[in-house]
């Protein structure tokens, strides 16, 4: 019976310590558009600058990150074969952080990402395998947090040169 207990306890263990496997989202192969909503960020800039510099600035801001905003992808069979390697390489580059899984499955990605002085929370839900939306919060110590959502949309199977 001890025998016994132990071998469950070290299973146990052992499945609790081992390293999460990053699954890869339910999506459909192809084109992609992402498009981030920056307007939480360059309402928190604004609310902390004089309200007589606030129209100018937002224009400017909206400006900037008008072009920023919206990024393409391709996805592949290799793209979604690697998913695990890629977000491990994506996140877990600077060794001053630590890159956390908190969930992983095919319809949902919970990660954060513990530096000094910050956290980065990561949520993408997969609403179905042509749309999924992500919510990135950045909580600084001594300041704000920030937030960007962002909408992930299947254009077609078929993507373009050069992507």
């Known amino acids: 019976m001890k025998k016994l207990l132990l071998c469950t306890l070290i299973c146990f263990a052992s499945s609790v310590f081992a390293e999460t496997k990053i699954m890869p989202p339910d999506m459909a192969l192809g084109h992609w558009i992402t498009t981030a909503d920056m307007s939480k960020i360059i309402e928190q800039t604004l609310a902390k600058m004089p309200e007589d510099s606030r129209a100018m600035i937002r224009s400017m801001m909206e400006e900037k990150m008008k ?75 001594g300041q704000d947090k920030t937030e960007i959502t962002s909408v992930s949309e299947w254009q077609s199977s078929i993507c373009p040169a050069g992507l």
Do not use: H, W, Y
């Open 67 to 141: 072009g920023s905003s919206t990024t393409e992808q391709c996805i592949t069979e290799d793209t979604l074969n690697n998913f695990d390697q890629q977000i491990k390489e994506t996140f877990s580059n600077d060794t001053d952080c630590e890159f956390n899984i908190i969930e992983s499955s095919s319809k949902k990605f919970m990660s954060a990402i513990e530096c000094p002085g910050s956290v980065i929370q990561i949520k993408m839900i997969v609403i179905n395998d042509k749309r999924n939306e992500t919510t990135v919060v950045n909580n600084v110590v």
